[in-house]
Nanobody, 120 residues
């Protein structure tokens, strides 16, 4: 199983970006999909996750500004980021937990990062 992320780029403070991530493979189920971020010299941190049939969870720093959604049938997860701040600049990584694919079980899968730059 692979996760492919899209949508990073340069945006001005106060602007918006939309990140998408698609899981490929013969996927039966993904329990949790989400986004993490890691800035240079900092630890990786959770941004938002959404469970299969469950409610989303958000880091306090992005509540009210970011919205996560997923399409279970298409195995995709999207992060709508609004009111972006310079401190949101980071490499954003797509994550999937509890993946049943092709008769195999993966406890956790990471996609490649997509860079978000927030600058005027």
């Amino acid at each position: 199983v692979q996760l492919q992320a899209y949508g990073g780029g340069l945006v001005q403070p106060g602007g918006s970006l939309r990140l998408s991530c698609a899981a490929s493979g013969t996927i039966f189920r993904i329990n949790v999909m989400g986004w993490y971020r890691q800035a240079p010299g900092k630890q990786r941190e959770l941004v938002a996750t959404i469970a299969h049939g469950g409610s989303p969870t958000y880091a306090d720093s992005v509540k009210g500004r970011f919205a996560i959604s997923r399409d279970t049938a298409k195995n995709t997860v999207t992060l709508q980021m609004n009111s972006l701040k310079p401190e949101d600049a980071s490499v954003y990584l797509c994550n999937a937990k509890g993946v049943s694919e092709g008769g195999k079980w993966y406890s956790e899968v990471w996609g490649q990062g997509t860079l978000v730059t927030v600058s005027s």
